[in-house]
């Protein structure tokens, strides 16, 4: 019932929160212009990569020197769509998402420093790690009727959307029982770090049962390499 429920939800959000949906999409328009300029040419985007890969200092200590995370509740960077990072940094900065070390870093950092960042982690690769195959096995059936229509068959979410692929098990379960409980309005406006009106939509009718696969099926989709 939770897969019906969630691919007649999929199918609703085409025509979605129209408002949302197009300030998210020129949004990301926007940021991907940003990406597209330091990727130029070869010889810009090497320097973007090393003017990211200096300045991520402060950001290894929890996501490690080269995206991947150090630990299981923090989510992995490398790999990451550039747009999608820099969108996420954004998010920091201006409030829409909330984290108290997260929003002091982005506040710090110049527009220049979020592009550089966001270009460095997007060429670091995924460690995989080990799930259990039958519980992904389970989650594969789940991921195609309710996030395929926006992160892809793969998880690489392309432009702007969330690359999926390889993500922490632990940070995608935490993650998707948020966004539930915020479309379930069981937080406290002040306990919400972050919201999404397709994601809430998406997760409100997953089990826990449902979550725990998903998140173990996300975590055996390998990334593209950049």
Same mark, same amino acid.
């Given at each position: 019932?939770?897969?019906?429920?969630?691919?007649?939800? $999929?199918?609703?959000?085409?025509?979605?929160?129209?408002?949302?949906?197009?300030?998210?999409?020129?949004?990301?328009?926007?940021?991907?212009?940003?990406?597209?300029?330091?990727?130029?040419?070869?010889?810009?985007?090497?320097?973007?990569?090393?003017?990211?890969?200096?300045?991520?200092?402060?950001?290894?200590?929890?996501?490690?020197?080269?995206?991947?995370?150090?630990?299981?509740?923090? &989510?992995?960077?490398?790999?990451?769509?550039?747009?999608?990072?820099?969108?996420?940094?954004?998010? @920091?900065?201006?409030?829409?998402?909330?984290? @108290?070390?997260?929003?002091?870093?982005?506040?710090?950092?110049?527009?220049?420093?979020?592009?550089?960042?966001?270009?460095?982690?997007?060429?670091? *690769?995924?460690?995989?790690?080990?799930?259990?195959?039958?519980?992904? *096995? %389970?989650? %594969?059936?789940?991921?195609?009727?309710?996030? *395929?229509?926006?992160?892809?068959?793969?998880?690489?979410?392309?432009?702007?959307? $969330?690359?999926?692929?390889?993500?922490? &098990?632990?940070?995608?379960?935490?993650?998707?029982?948020?966004?539930?409980?915020?479309?379930? *309005?069981?937080?406290?406006?002040?306990?919400?770090?972050?919201?999404?009106?397709?994601? %809430?939509?998406?997760?409100?009718?997953?089990?826990?049962?449902?979550?725990?696969?998903?998140?173990?099926?996300?975590?055996?989709?390998?990334?593209?390499?950049?």
């Amino acid at each position: 019932m939770a897969l019906l429920t969630g691919l007649f939800a $999929a199918l609703s959000l085409i025509g979605g929160p129209a408002n949302a949906a197009a300030d998210g999409e020129e949004e990301r328009t926007r940021l991907l212009a940003h990406i597209q300029e330091v990727n130029g040419s070869q010889a810009e985007r090497q320097t973007a990569v090393e003017a990211g890969r200096r300045r991520s200092v402060l950001c290894s200590y929890c996501h490690g020197k080269d995206g991947n995370s150090l630990k299981p509740d923090i &989510p992995n960077l490398a790999g990451q769509n550039p747009t999608y990072l820099l969108q996420q940094i954004e998010k @920091f900065a201006d409030g829409r998402r909330k984290n @108290f070390v997260m929003q002091t870093l982005a506040n710090d950092f110049t527009m220049a420093d979020k592009v550089n960042l966001a270009v460095y982690f997007s060429r670091q *690769k995924v460690k995989p790690v080990s799930v259990d195959p039958q519980l992904a *096995k %389970e989650g %594969e059936r789940i991921y195609d009727s309710v996030c *395929k229509i926006c992160h892809g068959l793969d998880g690489h979410g392309e432009e702007g959307y $969330a690359r999926l692929a390889g993500q922490k &098990p632990e940070y995608v379960r935490i993650t998707l029982k948020r966004f539930r409980a915020n479309a379930q *309005k069981k937080l406290r406006p002040d306990e919400v770090l972050r919201s999404d009106a397709r994601m %809430e939509q998406m997760t409100q009718h997953l089990s826990d049962k449902d979550i725990e696969a998903l998140a173990a099926y996300i975590a055996t989709l390998r990334p593209k390499s950049r």
